[in-house]
């Protein structure tokens, strides 16, 4: 018991150590400055030990709307291996929760999802946003 609480603590000092900040539950680490695609800032949320923010409540994605200045995020969801079914690159399962801006997704040929001011709408991968990784303690 002793050791798993030893483990929590150090898994959470690493993640503060790496400008990860603890929202609700969870940390996140909010990337404003760089942009990457898609592919691109799902591989440096898993360097730094997360992966990119996966939704699963309204309540979660109102407490990163507060933090995060208007700007245009990279989320974990993705239609790439099936057209139009929504699934989390860090699950592999059904997206949990999508609150879609008014007609979206509106199938453009965009299999990407970002958070765009406050609601999420699908984009081309291959475009640069900035993005937001997720991580849990255990």
């Not at 609480?5 to 993640?15: C, T």
């Not at 603890?22 to 898609?38: A, H, P, Q, T, V």
């Not at 507060?66 to 997206?95: D, Q």
Request: glycine share 4%.
């Amino acid at each position: 018991m002793l050791i798993s609480a030893i483990n929590l603590k150090n898994r959470e000092n690493y993640l503060l150590s790496q400008s990860f900040q603890k929202i609700g539950s969870k940390f996140y680490y909010i990337e404003k400055r760089e942009k990457l695609n898609w592919f691109g800032a799902a591989h440096n949320c898993r360097k730094l030990g997360g992966h990119l923010i996966n939704f699963e409540t309204s309540a979660e994605m109102d407490a990163i709307l507060a933090v995060v200045p208007t700007s245009r995020y990279w989320t974990s969801a993705n239609c790439l291996g099936k057209n139009r079914e929504w699934i989390s690159i860090s699950t592999g399962e059904p997206m949990p929760f999508l609150k879609w801006m008014e007609k979206e997704p509106n199938n453009m040929l965009e299999k990407c999802v970002e958070l765009k001011i406050t609601a999420l709408n699908d984009a081309l991968c291959d475009i640069s946003f900035n993005y937001i990784c997720e991580a849990k303690v255990i």
